[in-house]
C-alpha cells in the first residue's frame, strides 16, 4: 500500500503497488482517521471517512470553519489486508 499527500488540496491517494507489472491500482473503501493539533496546542479528532472509487479521500475540507485554525494533521490510513501506516502533514494554505 502507497499513500499520496497533495497537501495544497488536502487530499490524500491510496494505491497498490505491483513491483513485478509496475502497475498501480486504486485502492477503494480504504479507512482513513485524521486528528489535528490546532494552534493553540489543542488535539482533537478532525474527520474520518472511506476513499473513494478512486482511492482518494479529501481530509481537509469539513462543513465548519476549522481549517484555519490547523496547524498539523496525523493522518492514519489502515487497511485490514495492506497494513497502515499514519503520516503528518500541515494544513493546506490555499482552501
Do not use: W
Amino acid at each position: 500500500m502507497q499513500t499520496q499527500l497533495y497537501e495544497n488540496i488536502g487530499n490524500i491517494d491510496v494505491v497498490l503497488a505491483d513491483p513485478v507489472s509496475q502497475t498501480k491500482a486504486c485502492l477503494v473503501g480504504v479507512y482513513v482517521k485524521v486528528f489535528a493539533k490546532l494552534k493553540n496546542g489543542t488535539e482533537e479528532f478532525y474527520k474520518d471517512g472511506y476513499t473513494d472509487i478512486a482511492g482518494r479521500f479529501d481530509y481537509a475540507s469539513i462543513s465548519v470553519d476549522k481549517l484555519k485554525h490547523v496547524e498539523k494533521f496525523a493522518i492514519l490510513v489502515s487497511h485490514e489486508v495492506h497494513g497502515s501506516k499514519i503520516l503528518e502533514c500541515k494544513p493546506p494554505l490555499n482552501l
